[in-house]
């Protein structure tokens, strides 16, 4: 008999509860903790096969996504860091190219726990400690290193050098510790450029992509910027590529939605930066078409949360949350004329929920608002329904995902389309429900 997945996971879980109470009483970005606690493990992150280091606003996990996609055809073994986890904590990690088992998590998460020796550190700081300790115990071809929140100060920002760093789209995010405008944003996020290491820009916005230039050039860091030295565009078969080297006619990339072929020539445009690990144009094909990245723009096929609606529904979940989410999701919209789009929505309250609302309001027909389960940080749902009226959506609160779904279906007589969107804690609630 297999053990349910809350067993399986239950001694990690049990850790990672007990890491929480470390963090700080005032919360700062900082280095110096996860370097002492590093150097006390002996400088894990030292001992490391080569590393692209991922900033950016919005796309970073896609185009990790991409590059693992890729690198796994060509037969790499590729460790992985992302975060937040959508439904256990495991996915955060991948290890030559596997969720992190939970003897190797418990393992690292204890060392780190015992040599932290009970002093303050965040949570993503002690984490991230155990799983640069995990990738230096085993062999791999590549590190794909994904930041959690800006980049300067960011906990992941202890690579000496990486073999190449990456900046996707920057939008408003984070705003109280990253900065009010994008040039500000932007000069965090050029926090992991280093000298000689090239640098693989995403489209920008002016002020970002200005000051990302001037960023990189006092770094002595090769830029590579989209629009210059790459490119990438849709075609009416799949997408185009040209960059340093290649020039490719591609396959659609596997994830949902126009923006997706900027974050695979993202992807693309770093794989050619890495001379050591060459990947072919067969094999990045295959990557485009195998790539998996739940909740980003995900149809839902089956579960228990499709089944509430009636069949010809299509039912979608999408965890972006900030301003430049809201208008990836309404370009897409725009394209959803042939029935009507509802919304199922929550939202934590460290976001900026009209930046994301406004952009969809002309193309919705109703929203629903939740509460995100299990998150203290949740806006209430009446206060979500609240903010989205204020956008000029008809909003309304539910108790719940099953409720709000049951009324959709009870308001609309038409097979309708429906997306659970707001916060990638609401979409890892969702996929726990729908299992």
């Known amino acids: 008999m297999t053990a349910s997945p809350a067993l399986r996971h239950a001694r990690s879980d049990q850790v990672l509860a007990r890491m929480l109470t470390l963090h700080p009483k005032l919360m700062d970005l900082s280095l110096e903790r996860v370097e002492r606690l590093l150097a006390a493990l002996g400088d894990p992150q030292k001992r490391l096969p080569p590393v692209v280091h991922v900033a950016g606003t919005n796309g970073k996990g896609s185009t990790v996504a991409y590059l693992r996609a890729a690198m796994e055809a060509a037969g790499r073994r590729c460790h992985v860091y992302t975060s937040p986890h959508l439904v256990h904590f495991h996915e955060r990690i991948r290890l030559a190219g596997r969720l992190i088992g939970e003897d190797q998590l418990v393992e690292v998460l204890d060392e ?58 920057i939008s408003f995010d984070h705003m109280d510790h990253l900065g009010n405008t994008l040039g500000a944003i932007a000069v965090e ?47 009416p078969g799949g997408m185009r590529f040209e960059g340093k080297r290649l020039r490719l006619d591609l396959p659609r990339p596997a994830l949902y939605g126009a923006h997706q072929v900027v974050n695979a020539g993202t992807a693309i445009a770093c794989l050619e930066m890495l001379d050591s690990l060459p990947v072919t144009a067969a094999e990045i094909r295959e990557g485009l078409l195998k790539v998996e990245w739940p909740a980003r723009l995900q149809r839902l096929a089956r579960g228990t949360l499709v089944d509430l609606v009636p069949a010809g529904w299509e039912l979608w979940l999408d965890g972006g949350h900030n301003a430049g989410c809201g208008e990836v999701l309404a370009e897409v919209a725009r394209g959803w004329r042939d029935r009507p789009l509802h919304l199922v929505y929550g939202m934590l309250n460290t976001k900026e929920p009209r930046g994301f609302l406004k952009p969809l309001a002309p193309l919705v027909a109703s929203l629903k608002a939740v509460a995100i389960p299990g998150a203290q940080a949740s806006l209430p ?55």
């Open 381 to 435: 749902a009446e206060q979500s329904a609240e903010n989205a009226r204020a956008s000029g959506i008809r909003a309304e609160a539910a108790p719940d995902l099953a409720g709000a779904l049951r009324a959709i279906v009870e308001e609309e007589s038409r097979p309708a389309r429906v997306l659970i969107c707001g916060s990638l804690y609401l979409a890892g609630v969702v996929l726990s429900e729908n299992s």
């Open 112 to 169: 780190a726990e015992r040599v932290n020796a009970g002093r303050p550190i965040t949570f993503f700081e002690i984490t991230t400690a155990a799983a640069l300790l995990a990738f230096s115990r085993v062999p791999a071809d590549i590190v794909l290193l994904e930041t959690g929140m800006g980049g300067r100060l960011d906990t992941t920002n202890v690579i000496d050098r990486p073999a190449v760093t990456a900046v996707t789209p």
């Open 189 to 235: 996020k050029a926090g992991i450029f280093r000298p000689g290491v090239p640098v693989v820009v995403a489209p920008q916005p002016p002020e970002a992509a200005a000051v990302l230039q001037a960023q990189a050039e006092a770094h002595g860091a090769p830029l590579h910027r989209a629009g210059r030295e790459w490119r990438a565009a849709p075609t």
